[in-house]
């Protein structure tokens, strides 16, 4: 195994976003193999922040969806990705607004670089407000990789990083395939067939 130490950091938002045009649906376990190559995988964060149970009507189609989201997270914590919460704010308007995530975000991959607890990172994000970010921990002597879906990506996002990867074009290496159907329709005769071949 290669032993350059390697995080991968998920901007979850942003993903969702690339997913929801693609109209696609993630295995994690498998995108996180497909970025890990070869190397050794210290660990993968994932970004995301969620509305407060105060702020959402319990019945309504809104806390039906905030529960699929914890569902969702708490599957991600168990498969051992580490998830990262912010709060959604709500405003009088009855919007919710998404703060504090970015700074997390950016907060977590310079404070763990300055540690030396890795030596490249994946950011899966096509956000730019990460440029600076990138190219700080690039400054300490660490590589940062950036890996998302061409309708969420920055090109100078891309340009600052180290190596890109469009993850549109190996959607085959980490998204779910159709499932058959458990139980096919038998006709009369093919069943008839079935019971003679006994």
């Given at each position: 195994?290669?032993?350059e130490?390697?995080?991968?950091?998920?901007?979850?938002?942003?993903?969702?976003?690339?997913i929801?045009?693609?109209n696609?649906k993630?295995?994690?376990g498998?995108?996180?193999?497909?970025?890990?190559?070869s190397?050794?995988?210290?660990?993968?964060?994932f970004y995301t922040a969620?509305?407060q149970?105060?702020?959402?009507?319990?019945?309504?189609?809104?806390?039906?969806s905030?529960?699929?989201?914890k569902?969702?997270?708490d599957?991600?914590?168990?498969?051992?990705i580490?998830v990262?919460?912010?709060?959604?704010?709500k405003l009088?308007s009855?919007?919710?607004?998404e703060?504090?995530?970015?700074?997390?975000?950016?907060?977590?991959?310079?404070s763990?670089?300055?540690?030396?607890?890795?030596?490249?990172?994946?950011?899966v994000?096509?956000?730019?407000?990460?440029?600076?970010?990138?190219e700080?921990?690039?400054?300490?002597?660490?590589?940062?990789e950036?890996?998302?879906f061409?309708k969420?990506?920055?090109?100078?996002l891309?340009?600052?990083?180290?190596?890109?990867?469009?993850?549109?074009?190996f959607l085959d290496?980490?998204?779910?395939e159709?499932k058959p159907a458990?139980?096919?329709?038998?006709?009369?005769?093919?069943?008839?067939?079935?019971?003679?071949?006994?």
């Amino acid at each position: 195994m290669n032993e350059e130490r390697l995080m991968i950091f998920i901007d979850g938002s942003n993903l969702f976003h690339g997913i929801r045009y693609l109209n696609i649906k993630i295995d994690y376990g498998r995108l996180i193999e497909f970025l890990r190559e070869s190397r050794r995988l210290v660990r993968t964060y994932f970004y995301t922040a969620v509305p407060q149970d105060r702020d959402v009507r319990k019945g309504t189609p809104e806390w039906e969806s905030l529960v699929r989201q914890k569902r969702f997270l708490d599957e991600l914590a168990l498969s051992g990705i580490k998830v990262k919460l912010a709060k959604l704010r709500k405003l009088p308007s009855g919007e919710f607004v998404e703060k504090e995530v970015d700074i997390m975000l950016a907060t977590d991959m310079l404070s763990l670089a300055y540690q030396d607890a890795y030596d490249t990172a994946i950011l899966v994000s096509g956000d730019s407000d990460f440029i600076y970010t990138v190219e700080d921990i690039q400054r300490i002597g660490k590589r940062v990789e950036n890996a998302t879906f061409k309708k969420t990506s920055s090109y100078n996002l891309r340009k600052a990083c180290d190596r890109f990867i469009l993850l549109d074009d190996f959607l085959d290496r980490f998204t779910y395939e159709e499932k058959p159907a458990l139980y096919e329709e038998v006709g009369f005769w093919a069943k008839i067939k079935s019971l003679w071949k006994r």
